[in-house]
């Protein structure tokens, strides 16, 4: 209904009455809630319309779209930084819940993939890159990769094209986030680098987040220690550029990388620092998940389990399923370290169910985890070694 609005440049309450009366005439389809489709006569005769007022037009729907992302991404994560002046003046507080405003991008991701896609064939990079910043949180929270990797490409060239350095170093950032979570390190690497040559000294937001990115990939490579000293300079930085929010998030990965090291008890004072430090209730919810998958690593079962459960609950409230799935990830952990192998099969089977017809990588480690306790319960050894896996680590924070 305001797309059609901002098309015609009119108030919805006159939109809405003339819609109504389109449906009536059989001259318009109603296909959804507030969502419509013309017929295909009508269709031919709009594209017969002046191409200067079909532009116009185009451009009102596009900044229509782009306006309410900017106001949604605002909701969805407070508190993440941002570029563009849209969000100076954004509401965070225009959505009910965070969640709420995390369901409104999903059920717009469509059109605002097709606004982008129009934005960048008209030739309106402005409006281009900062659609992909407008949406990052919808990807952070529930990935959509194709989309993702789609929108940020294309951004990023936006951002070029029209001399922001700032917003394509936070595009590549975000990029690398995708790109890293399937698998494809050395394009994420290679964003990484251009992100550090673009920031070098001055921009210090996306220096630092580019740091903890590069040690992220080190991380996954298994150089720890590489990627350990990347973590920790990245906490410096952003400490000499006083984000609270990323010192907190930086800390949480030197957390997560202690616990692979086999020091689970650094990582315990790391990771409470860490939530310390956070006020995203998203954010201290996972800063706590890792917290009791230090705890696990310390054969502390009961408190891991008690604690993954109290974030379990915060997560499904915030509404992000990768994110709850990583919990329930943990919960199967806990339950095959306690030899519950039929509690470990309906936590994996929980986490998988979060991912529904989506492709993510980690729906094919569940998948794996699922396999190995359905082929050989009778031959596992009576104490099974916590797993250094990543899972629930390869989410973006940027």
């Not at 009910?96 to 934005?119: F, G, T, Y």
């Not at 690398?176 to 251009?194: F, H, K, P, S, T």
């Not at 010192?247 to 957390?255: F, N, S």
Request: charge should be negative; glycine fraction near 8%.
């Amino acid at each position: 209904m305001g797309a059609a609005a901002a098309m015609v440049a009119d108030d919805v309450g006159e939109v809405e009455d003339d819609l109504d009366d389109l449906v009536e005439k059989n001259l318009l389809d109603e296909v959804g809630d507030d969502r419509f489709r013309f017929h295909d006569l009508l269709r031919l005769h709009a594209r017969e319309k002046d191409d200067a007022e079909r532009e116009e037009a185009i451009h009102r729907v596009v900044e229509f779209y782009l306006d309410r992302a900017v106001v949604a991404d605002s909701a969805a994560i407070p508190g993440r930084p941002r570029v563009g002046l849209r969000f100076k003046s954004a509401d965070p507080d225009a959505f009910e819940s965070r969640a709420a405003a995390l369901d409104w991008l999903d059920h717009e991701r469509d059109n605002l993939v097709q606004a982008l896609r129009a934005a960048a064939v008209h030739g309106w990079p402005d409006l281009v890159w900062q659609l992909a910043e407008g949406m990052y949180a919808l990807f952070q929270r529930r990935h959509h990769y194709s989309d993702w990797l789609f929108t940020h490409e294309r951004g990023v060239l936006a951002a070029q094209e029209c001399g922001e350095p700032v917003a394509e170093a936070r595009l590549r950032n975000q990029l690398a986030v995708a790109l890293r979570n399937l698998g494809r390190l050395d394009d994420a690497a290679e964003q990484i680098r251009a992100v550090l040559e673009l920031a070098g000294e001055h921009d210090l937001g996306s220096r630092a987040t580019a740091l903890v990115q590069l040690g992220y990939t080190y991380r996954l490579k298994g150089e720890l220690d590489v990627a350990l000293r990347y973590f920790r300079e990245g906490v410096d930085v952003e400490t000499r550029h006083e984000r609270v929010r990323g010192i907190g998030l930086a800390r949480r990965r030197v957390g997560e990388v202690l616990i692979e090291m086999g020091r689970p008890e650094e990582a315990i004072i790391e990771l409470r620092e860490s939530e310390a430090l956070l006020d995203n209730v998203v954010d201290k919810a996972r800063a706590r998940m890792f917290q009791a998958r230090a705890l696990l690593h310390t054969s502390s079962f009961g408190e891991a389990s008690r604690l993954a459960h109290d974030v379990l609950t915060d997560l499904r409230d915030a509404g992000s399923p990768p994110h709850v799935a990583d919990v329930f990830e943990l919960l199967g952990e806990i339950a095959e370290r306690q030899r519950d192998l039929v509690q470990a099969r309906d936590h994996y089977r929980s986490a998988l169910s979060c991912y529904g017809e989506s492709f993510d990588p980690s729906a094919g480690r569940l998948r794996d985890r699922l396999a190995a306790l359905d082929g050989d319960d009778d031959e596992r050894a009576p104490d099974i070694p916590p797993q250094h896996h990543r899972g629930g680590g390869e989410r973006g924070d940027s």
